[in-house]
């Protein structure tokens, strides 16, 4: 019989009075009854008040619910939290819980990793501001540092590990200590075996580079699913390099979602298999700024899904060419969309590499889209991608120019995957 109906049957044939030790022991009990008469007594009854609000009700669970397509996500990815001496990918602690503080207070939900999966199959409504927390490669300072952090905020997050760097000594983490992670919820994913740029086919023939790349893969996904016993269903490209090949053999490898660094707002429509996130460095506040930026976002969630291509369509001019190289630290960037007919400022956005989204102008006359930044660029490279839409179809281009403040050059040949 359940205890606490016992319980209750006691209480109602024992006058209260006669026996203290019977009242002791149920006084637990007892408590909880109560507590939970008082929460049903808190739920509003049909009485009329002045002011009646909507209740918020619990949603019923459904078999299958429809994805919200209004919703946008920003994934985060982190690296290190040991200050800023370590370099560029180790943040301080403070920032760090600052940044998550942040968070809280731009409305943003940080989700788990397995909703954002559910959203993106169309499974499960999440909140229209949606984060998701990564952090890669497997330094200890995710468990020691992060962890308790994120526990503070109550953010579910995802470490994606690199498999030979686990219990390596130094400062990576143990194989324990994901255990503990795992144990505790933590989603556990793919960095590879050894952090490669899978890029690199270093002189192997095709055959043998496949093969590798499989290792790769499969090889950190098969060893932490049987280590661990978990269910590997994402991969994180190191340094984000990939490819339509490289992401090909990872989906033979059975990976359903795989992640770069490119930073954008993911809408529900983006490719789950070049799904963007802003790696936050301390040196570059502006990333993490224009992530929990959400005025003036256009729909758009089809950035990635035109990242194959690696040049503009010939009849859009862009500024800087594709494969260009410029001096100034503070080039206009810009792309002519007159070819696209009746494209608004309203309807189009701009997003540059490490960057993010930034407030690029439409002229209205010359339909040319056009962003200065205001800050001098630092990285050797960058990738401009342009997205919108238009009465008749869909703006999607995308191409890269580098900087060298050392000297400009013309466009070299188109890049290679
Ligand atoms: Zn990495």
Not at 145 to 161: D, N, Q, R
Not at 238 to 248: S, V
Not at 304 to 323: H, I, R, W
Request: neutral net charge; hydrophobic residues 35%.
């Amino acid at each position: 019989m359940n205890p606490k109906l016992t319980a209750l049957a006691l209480l109602a044939v024992l006058p209260l009075t006669s026996c203290d030790k019977i009242k002791k022991i149920l006084h637990k009990e007892k408590a909880e009854t109560v507590a939970q008469a008082e929460t049903t007594a808190a739920t509003p009854t049909p009485v009329p008040t002045a002011t009646p609000e909507p209740t918020p009700v619990a949603p019923t669970p459904t078999p299958r619910q429809t994805a919200n397509k209004d919703a946008q996500v920003v994934v985060f990815c982190y690296h290190r939290f040991e200050g800023k001496n370590l370099g560029y990918l180790s943040i301080p602690p403070e920032l760090f819980d600052q940044q998550m503080q942040q968070l809280k207070d731009a409305g943003i939900t940080v989700i788990p990793m397995a909703d954002f999966i559910a959203w993106k199959r169309g499974e499960k409504t999440i909140p229209v501001k949606s984060a998701v927390i990564t952090i890669d490669d497997g330094y200890e300072s995710g468990y020691a540092v992060a962890w308790p952090i994120l526990k503070k905020y109550g953010y579910p997050f995802t470490v994606f590990i690199y498999t030979k760097f686990v219990s390596s000594g130094g400062k990576s983490i143990t194989w324990e200590q994901l255990e503990e992670m795992r144990d505790a919820g933590i989603d556990i994913e793919s960095h590879t075996e050894t952090h490669p740029d899978l890029r690199k086919k270093g002189g192997k023939s095709p055959q043998a580079y496949d093969a590798w790349l499989t290792q790769e893969l499969k090889g950190s996904k098969d060893e932490l699913e049987q280590r661990l016993g978990i269910k590997i269903v994402a991969l994180a490209f190191p340094y984000g390099g990939n490819n339509q090949h490289i992401r090909d053999i990872g989906k033979q490898a059975g990976y359903q979602f795989m992640f770069t660094v490119y930073g954008q707002k993911i809408a529900w429509s983006a490719n789950n298999d070049m799904i963007g996130r802003y790696a936050v460095e301390f040196a570059k506040p502006e990333i993490y700024q224009t992530a929990v930026d959400w005025s003036g976002i256009v729909e758009s969630g089809t950035a990635s899904e035109v990242a194959q291509t690696d040049a503009p369509p010939s009849d859009v001019a862009t500024q800087p060419k594709n494969g260009e190289t410029v001096s100034d630290p503070s080039p206009v960037i810009s792309a002519d969309l007159s070819s696209y007919g009746d494209v608004t400022q309203t309807t189009v956005a701009m997003r540059v590499s490490g960057l993010g989204l930034v407030p690029a102008t439409l002229d209205p006359k010359s339909k040319v889209l056009s962003y200065k930044p205001p800050t001098p660029l630092t990285d050797k490279s960058y990738t401009v991608i342009v997205t919108g839409k238009t009465t008749t179809g869909k703006v999607d281009l995308r191409w890269t120019f580098n900087f060298n403040p050392a000297g400009a050059s013309a466009p070299a040949a188109p890049a290679a995957h």
